[in-house]
């Protein structure tokens, strides 16, 4: 009930950057708070980054800060991921997800819906 699209994956090269893209669709964002998390193969799944609804507090995991920002557009229903100086172990599939307010692990939660996700590989 809560479609998301996510964007903007794909190869880049140590150091480079990606920005991802999530798009809403048949409901308004603004309600929820949004995030990102990342699953990378043989790992646990792992939160990236949250912004609560509204003008919400941002949320970095660790290896986010200083490297990775996220903005929201509730009037356009979309929200993206900048990522800066990527690492090769930032490589994963990259998901969008909603819920009532950022949580544990940098969560959205609870987790009400996500996207199927965009591949980022960062290898050279």
């Known amino acids: 009930q809560f479609p998301l699209q996510e964007s903007g994956g794909g190869l880049v090269e140590p150091g480079g950057s990606l920005r991802l893209s999530c798009a809403a669709s048949?409901?308004?964002?603004?309600?929820?708070?949004i995030g990102w998390f990342r699953q990378s193969p043989g790992k646990e799944r792992e939160g990236v980054i949250c912004?609560?609804?509204?003008?919400?507090?941002?949320y970095y995991s660790d290896f986010a800060k200083g490297r990775f920002t996220m903005s929201r557009d509730d009037a356009l229903n979309t929200a993206q991921l900048q990522m800066n100086n990527l690492k090769p172990e930032d490589t994963g599939d990259y998901y969008c997800?909603?819920?009532?307010?950022?949580?544990?692990?940098?969560?959205?939660?609870?987790?009400?819906?996500w996207g199927r996700g965009t591949q980022v590989t960062v290898s050279s």
């Open positions: 997800a909603i819920g009532n307010h950022c949580g544990p692990g940098i969560m959205p939660n609870p987790l009400r819906s």
């Open positions: 048949g409901f308004s964002l603004d309600y929820y708070a």
């Open positions: 912004i609560g609804s509204g003008n919400g507090t941002t």
